[in-house]
């Protein structure tokens, strides 16, 4: 994964152990099958979950699997002068 980018192999793999996501199968059919984005369709992976069963789907993986993902980073920086 790179920052900034979707995690969808994590998304896969939480989807496939929670037996509560509504259209388990069919979510993780288009997480394997479709493609991130097809730009002769318009359409991509997301899309295709936002539509699927009127956004259930969508609604329960963003309350209680995209908070598993989600990460963050920073950095310090230390510095010192060398002007006297």
Do not use: C
């Amino acid at each position: 994964m790179h920052n900034g980018s979707a995690d969808w192999q994590g998304l896969r793999r939480l989807v496939a152990a929670d037996s509560n996501v509504p259209s388990q199968r069919e979510v993780l059919e288009i997480i394997d099958t479709r493609p991130i984005w097809d730009s002769r369709t318009q359409t991509g992976r997301q899309t295709l979950l936002h539509q699927l069963n009127g956004g259930r789907s969508w609604e329960y993986m963003k309350t209680n699997l995209f908070p598993k993902l989600r990460n963050g980073t920073f950095i310090r920086v230390y510095w010192s002068s060398t002007d006297r």
